[in-house]
């Protein structure tokens, strides 16, 4: 079946500096969304990507849909204290479920 | 805006009982899906439920189960609770034909 990994686990950064975080999927996907999750709190969409080598910014987050359809990347510049959370990619195969990765876990030292 | 709610927010069972969680959609919503998320893992989808009929299922033995009732809300039942049930339950609202899902608070259950 369908299997979303996500790279790394955890993600340590000093604040200031920049950080990417990959996903990929066994299958080939029909979108791909990005979810942040605070700590004890509730995933919070991010954004959606549907075309291939799709690239959409928010202010500091860069996120990439890679050519094939099978991997995704999020970039943050200039990291924050404001962006520790574990970010989430879940992509959605043809048939229509969203499968989630286990996510990465952002933690910021000032 | 009415956003996603659920209840309770924390609930605690013994092995083998039965457990009932809520969910109310976001208003204008009319398709809702449960996730399971246990700790350090990243959600996974139990079931999606569409106009009172479930719409999609995920790994889940039968004895996770569910309803969406004419005003969209719906419930999750989970019969003979297992210890690795102890998870948090996300519901997750979404409107036909978007695919973006919003998430409830979620309801955190420990099987003891």
């Known amino acids: 079946g369908q299997q979303v990994m996500q790279i790394p686990q955890y993600q340590h950064v000093q604040e200031g500096e920049d950080f990417t975080t990959y996903c990929n999927s066994s299958?080939?996907?029909?979108?791909i969304q990005w979810y942040k999750q605070r700590p004890g709190g509730h995933p919070v969409f991010l954004i959606q990507l549907v075309k291939s080598g799709e690239v959409k910014k928010q202010k500091r987050l860069t996120f990439q849909f890679g050519e094939a359809k099978k991997n995704s990347s999020l970039h943050i510049t200039a990291t924050q204290t404001t962006d520790v959370g574990t970010y989430f990619c879940a992509g959605r195969s043809s048939w229509g479920k969203l499968q989630f990765g286990a996510g990465t876990q952002v933690v910021v030292t000032p | 805006e009415t956003g996603v709610t659920q209840s309770p927010t924390h609930l605690i069972k013994t092995r083998g009982q039965q457990v009932t969680l809520r969910c109310s959609s976001q208003s204008g919503h009319n398709t809702v899906s449960w996730y399971q998320q246990a700790l350090g893992q990243g959600p996974q989808f139990i079931f999606q439920y569409y106009r009172e009929e479930e719409n999609g299922r995920g790994n889940f033995p039968p004895r996770f189960s569910g309803l969406q009732f004419p005003n969209y809300s719906s419930e999750l039942n989970v019969n003979a609770l297992e210890l690795d049930d102890s998870a948090l339950y996300l519901c997750?609202?979404?409107?036909?034909?978007?695919?973006?899902?919003?998430f409830g608070p979620g309801t955190r259950l420990l099987v003891l």
């Open positions: 299958t080939t996907l029909s979108n």
């Open positions: 997750a609202s979404s409107f036909t034909g978007e695919e973006t899902q919003y």
